[in-house]
């Protein structure tokens, strides 16, 4: 047997260490419920001994410990043993919430373009709260080449027009775009990449909007001559 004292309220228990086995040394206090671990607050005084009798010197508090010990082998309050489980639990808990957070945080984040692309008043928001720049969602798939045309301009050069449309309820961020200028045996003879930038477009094509776009461009005559077809693709850089 040993004895232990509730570092709350100073109650000495006894404690024998198949309890403690039991209890991996987490108890509770049978007066004010304080969970701590018995080992820690063991009193120096081997308990082979009799109980010592406090002394008149002893502070009140201790005191009234070790009359709580000294009343007597089932006296109240009692200890009551814990199961380490239960701080691990509660540890457990509070990661499992820390990592959901962590996560809705991250997708908040990755989305905040879509997020804001859904509802324009978010964006503000989403900027102040990642301290990120918050553009237009970059979805490939959403934007389609709907037509296209290749033809010598009559001012000199060439022209490339094209209508891009988006295909989502939101908008989505301008793309750039390939252009492959191809001969007889699909073999591509000049490709060239025009940014948002190089088509002087805007930023962002609209919700379910079309966008046309008109590329001037010169070309060798030795190429011009061999040119049989193009091919266009959008993408995101
Ligand atoms: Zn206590």
């Known amino acids: 047997m040993k004895i232990t004292h509730c570092p709350q309220c100073e109650?000495?228990?006894?404690?024998?260490?198949?309890?403690?086995?039991?209890?991996?040394?987490?108890?509770?206090?049978?007066?004010?419920?304080?969970?701590?671990?018995?080992?820690?607050?063991?009193?120096?005084?081997?308990?082979?001994?009799?109980?010592?009798?406090?002394?008149?010197?002893?502070?009140?508090?201790?005191r009234a410990a070790?009359?709580?010990?000294?009343?007597?082998?089932?006296?109240?309050?009692?200890l009551e043993m814990m199961p380490r489980q239960q701080p691990r639990l509660w540890t457990w808990v509070a990661g499992v919430v820390l990592l959901t957070l962590c996560l809705l945080w991250q997708l908040l984040i990755l989305q905040r373009h879509w997020l804001a692309a859904q509802e324009p008043a978010l964006r503000p928001v989403l900027s102040a709260l990642c301290?990120?720049?918050?553009?237009?969602?970059?979805?490939?798939?959403?934007?389609?080449?709907?037509?296209?045309?290749?033809?010598?301009?009559?001012?000199?050069?060439?022209l490339v027009k094209l209508r891009l449309k988006n295909t989502q309820h939101h908008p989505v961020a301008m793309p750039a775009l390939e252009l492959s200028l191809i001969d007889l045996q699909d073999q591509v003879l000049v490709r060239r990449v025009f940014t948002v930038d190089d088509l002087s477009a805007k930023d962002h094509v609209p919700a379910l909007r079309d966008v046309r776009l008109t590329l001037n461009f010169e070309l060798d005559d030795t190429v011009s001559k061999r040119i049989t077809g193009f091919r266009a693709l959008v993408f995101y850089p």
């Open 131 to 158: 301290g990120c720049e918050v553009t237009w969602p970059r979805e490939p798939e959403a934007v389609l080449i709907e037509s296209s045309s290749f033809t010598e301009n009559p001012d000199g050069g060439y």
């Open 66 to 78: 070790m009359s709580a010990v000294s009343a007597g082998r089932e006296s109240t309050p009692k």
């Open 11 to 62: 109650t000495a228990f006894k404690v024998s260490p198949q309890q403690l086995e039991l209890a991996k040394g987490w108890v509770r206090c049978g007066r004010c419920s304080h969970v701590f671990e018995a080992h820690l607050y063991f009193e120096a005084t081997p308990q082979t001994a009799p109980v010592p009798t406090p002394s008149a010197d002893a502070p009140a508090l201790f």
